[in-house]
């Protein structure tokens, strides 16, 4: 009986040593979000520590938006075209893809960032910074550069972030915010050093409007400052009102009425990655009638045509690829250059480039693929800016 007791006792020691040890090597019992940034500090969201002056982003202005009367804050469409478009479309007008606040600031050391968002958005092959974020440039040397983000928590509609420190208090700077693309914006806090100055920087330029789908809208950009639109804006310091509706660019005929309202440099057209649904001959027939009716209302503004890009899957097959959109499109356009001036073309294959790296899904562009798409429209918007101006 004793020696029974004994090995009882042993084998009692042995299973707690063991529990021990398994609870030793346990994972944390805190999210790995915060494990991550424990780990790595750069991962952390900064908070400020100093005293904030806050200002309202409305009171500086949002540019981007097409429409000075009838729209809600921070969308893209007027009320008034809600019975007009898709639900689809109307929903995803709600998102605030392209806009973004211009200001000058000086006397602050950092910018701070409150955001209520519509919804807190997932999305698989997009970043949260992108979908939910804010993406910060400052104008240095005369040249657009990236500065700092506002990063959104994984959770919850209320947002609070530092967006960037280490500002010299008493340096003038150019700044541009940008808002998330995937999801809406209800309000937007911009908090300074209580003594700085900061007025709005609004452009006089009429802007360079864009029509198409998820591609325009951003996806799949990793930061809101990243789809190949406001790219040509930096590029060309123009404003761009950015109507990409992912999914729901279909080159629809009252599209030609809602661009036409706005007093545009340029418009773009880009819906062919949406279109594949439709014939080659009603391709060509919505065509057509969209470049026909912007002309009739806008005869002095160039019309940019965009072709739909190639996949970067591999084919695995090697059975030739349908290229029904484009051979509708082509057609409008041969038929479209015998009347119409100022239009210009730009064709498919080299928006992602020939190597199959610049999508994440196949699709939709990284932001390789952004800076891609961007190299192959500013030499052609480039000139149809300058032959407008001429």
């Given amino acids: 009986m004793k020696n029974k007791t ?10 707690c040593s063991v529990m021990a040890q398994q609870n030793t090597n346990a994972a944390p019992k805190n999210d790995q979000a915060t494990a991550l940034e424990t780990m790595d500090a750069e991962l952390a969201t900064q908070k400020n520590k100093e005293k904030t002056q806050w200002i309202d982003a409305l009171s500086l202005g949002i540019e981007g938006v097409g429409w000075k009367k009838g729209i809600a804050n921070y969308t893209r469409l007027p009320y008034r075209y809600q019975s007009t478009v898709t639900p689809n479309v109307w929903r995803l007008s709600r998102h605030s893809a392209g806009l973004s606040v211009r200001f000058t600031m000086k006397g602050s050391s950092f910018i701070d960032a409150k ?13 949260s910074l992108a979908v939910n ?19 959104p928590a994984k959770e919850g509609l209320e947002q609070h972030a530092m967006v960037k420190t280490g500002f010299l208090p008493n340096k003038t700077y150019e700044c541009m915010l940008y808002l998330p693309l995937y999801t809406g914006v209800t309000n ?24 198409g789908t998820s591609i325009l809208h951003g996806c799949s950009a990793s930061r809101a400052g990243m789809p190949f639109a406001s790219m040509i804006g930096r590029y060309f310091d123009m404003p761009v009102v950015n109507l990409g509706f992912s999914g729901n660019g279909l080159m629809e005929n009252h599209f030609a009425d809602i661009l036409s309202e706005i007093e545009a440099s340029l418009y773009v057209i880009d819906c062919l990655p949406n279109m594949g649904r439709l014939t080659a001959e009603e391709i060509c027939q919505r065509t057509l009638y969209i470049v026909r009716e912007l002309r009739k209302k806008r005869p002095y ?3 940019l045509l965009v072709e739909d890009r190639s996949y970067t899957h591999p084919n695995l097959t090697g059975r030739p690829i349908d290229h029904h959109r484009r051979e509708g499109q082509m057609k409008a356009y041969k038929e479209l250059k015998k009347t119409v001036k100022l239009l210009y073309y730009i064709k498919g294959n080299p928006l992602l480039g020939s190597d199959n790296e610049a999508a994440v899904d196949g699709s939709h562009p990284s932001d390789l693929g952004m800076m891609r798409y961007f190299e192959v429209l500013r030499p052609v918007i480039k000139k149809a800016l300058k032959k407008q101006y001429q």
């Fill in 6 to 15: 004994i090995l009882a006792g042993w084998l009692l020691m042995l299973s």
């Fill in 115 to 127: 955001w209520t968002l519509s919804n807190n958005n997932y999305m698989p092959h997009m970043t």
């Fill in 133 to 151: 974020g804010l993406d910060l440039y400052v104008r240095i040397a005369g040249q657009w550069q990236w500065a700092g983000v506002g990063k």
């Fill in 188 to 211: 937007l806090q911009l908090g300074f050093s209580p003594s700085a100055i900061i007025t709005p920087l609004p452009h006089d330029k009429r802007p360079i409007v864009m029509y």
């Fill in 301 to 303: 503004t160039p019309i």
